[in-house]
């Protein structure tokens, strides 16, 4: 038993010895591994983090910020109500015929007929035209909106270019349709004829 014991014991201090090559060689090792290894690890959560943190700016467009779709239909309505505006309205044709019809019963039959043209005919042509021009008033008003919208968003966020044509669409037919419309209302464009 003490062989045993003085073998196991030179063995255990031969392992133990901090002199020893095989020891020192180890130890480092481990602790250089160990070092290097949580280093590695170090690295490797904060390169999760950084991708992590990568599809969270991209993933939602709602958390992002505003994702341009009321930008599109500003643009698309402010397109729209200019081509009713140079077509004409329901609520222009209706408004026009109203006029008609008051004109009809304001007038009597023993007016002259220029006073019935203009009582009549005159007026419905204008309340025509001034519906006309409401509604390219607006097309122009949204159009221009949807434009400078993004000098007061988000820096760095790109319109749409779809975008941008349908509003230019909508300034232009605005435009356009308030021009015709104060054309038509002054009498310059297809004036009533005189009697």
Known sequence: MGTRTADETEATSGAETPGTPEATGTGTGAETGGAAGGKDEQETAAAVTEEGAEPE???????????????????????????????????????????????????????????????????????????????????LVVGVVVLARPAFGAPGRVQAPWTRSAAWAGVVLGVVGLLLAVLKYTDALLGLPSA
Not at 80 to 98: D, Q
């Open 57 to 139: 700016e991209g993933a939602e467009p709602g958390e992002e910020g505003p994702s341009g779709v009321g930008q599109g239909a500003g643009a698309l309505v402010s397109a729209a109500l200019g081509l009713v505006s140079l077509s004409g309205s329901w609520i222009g044709t209706v408004a026009g015929a109203r006029e008609q019809l008051v004109g009809q019963l304001r007038t009597s039959t023993s007016a002259s007929v220029a006073t019935q043209i203009k009582e009549v005919y005159g007026d419905a042509w204008h309340t025509t035209a001034l519906w006309g021009g409401l509604f390219a008033l607006a097309a």
